[in-house]
């Protein structure tokens, strides 16, 4: 079975109000937990402005991560490639993989706030096509060509970065919702794609369809996709039981999704829900819901239904949010990390066949404890010690599958 990575996602979605200087430093203590536990990548996003969002350079947040991580790569989540000059993309990125040590992921979008496009001055309907030819120059430029080109928005002249990417090739990767586009530029360019879309039902039902695009546009224009290029982004809290994940995230979630989804976003068809019962309920359990709240085990199933419907993916993405507060979430982190992670991977099949064959064929092993019993009754001085020893916890204590029943032997030795 494939291997399926992990990593998470940080928008992020902060409450307004909170000291932005320890929010930022929290984020940076998520990349160094998340590093230590085994997560394959952290992403990150661009946004500027609606309050709850305040990265506004996701290349200088990961520069930041870096210092304080070993292994985890480190990914754009995304760069709004419309609001930036192709080529400074292009160098930051570069500097960013040399930072890293090389492990830089470039994921880019066209951006997602409509407040982001206003406040520069960008016409949504123009977004996509931008992303798309910068997409185009920037991989010219990491290829090490020198570029001339001539843009209604931007100018390149002999153009040539003077760095190249450390890993040699760095990963690209773009946003895809629910529009064919993300998908359609990630065939295009034989690219990955992050699916963001699936954080609702519609986007999770969708998937298939969504790759098909992909890989329609790749034989069109002569490329390939690679479902292990492929991520799935899904939310989930997760902790012992289910009524302490229920009671760990329920007003934060209803928070998030009545201030920010509805209060501030304003996303249609959202609606505020009444109570924070509504918010778990609508959220988590019912027939509709794309998220988990609950136990590793809600979590493992519902990732084996998204890799059924899918047809299979190379990394799933967990949303970071504040539904619950910082140590629960660490927890809920943890927990994915020890129990969901090898159950998912087949990480401990091994161990469970060996220990349900040495519980399940204690026949095989009743020579080997005779053999011991042969021994000491071989022995007069331990034949002497057995006999007088009393209470012993040897048995409690002893790991050996072949200790013998030291009751039966005392038995034994008395009776000689």
Known sequence: MPRLGFGAFLAPHHPVGENPLLQFRRDLDLVEHLDKLGYDEFWCGEHHSSGWEMIGSPEMFLAAAAERSKRIKLATGVVSLPYHHPFNVAQRMVQLDWMSGGRAIFGSGPGALASDAHTLGIDPMVQRDQQDEAIGIIRRLMRGERVTARSDWFKLQDAQLQLLPLQGEMPFATASQISPSGMTLAGKHGIGVISIGSLSEEGLN????????AESAAKKHGTTVDRKEWRVLLSWHIAETREKAIAEARHGLLRHHNEYVVGTLQRPGATAFKDPDEAIEKTAFAPSAAA???????????????????????????FVHDWANPENTFR????????????????VAGLRQSQHFVATNRGVFDRAKEAIMAKITENEAAVAALAVTRGSRLGDVASASNMPDLDKARARVKAR
């Open 292 to 318: 988990t709240i609950g136990t590793p085990d809600d979590l493992v199933a519902r990732i084996k239904s998204v890799l059924e419907v899918s047809g299979g993916f190379g990394t799933l993405v967990g």
């Open 206 to 213: 969708a998937l298939p369809t969504q790759w098909g695009f």
């Open 332 to 347: 809920s982190w943890d927990m994915v990390a020890r129990y969901v992670v090898p159950e998912i991977n087949g990480y």
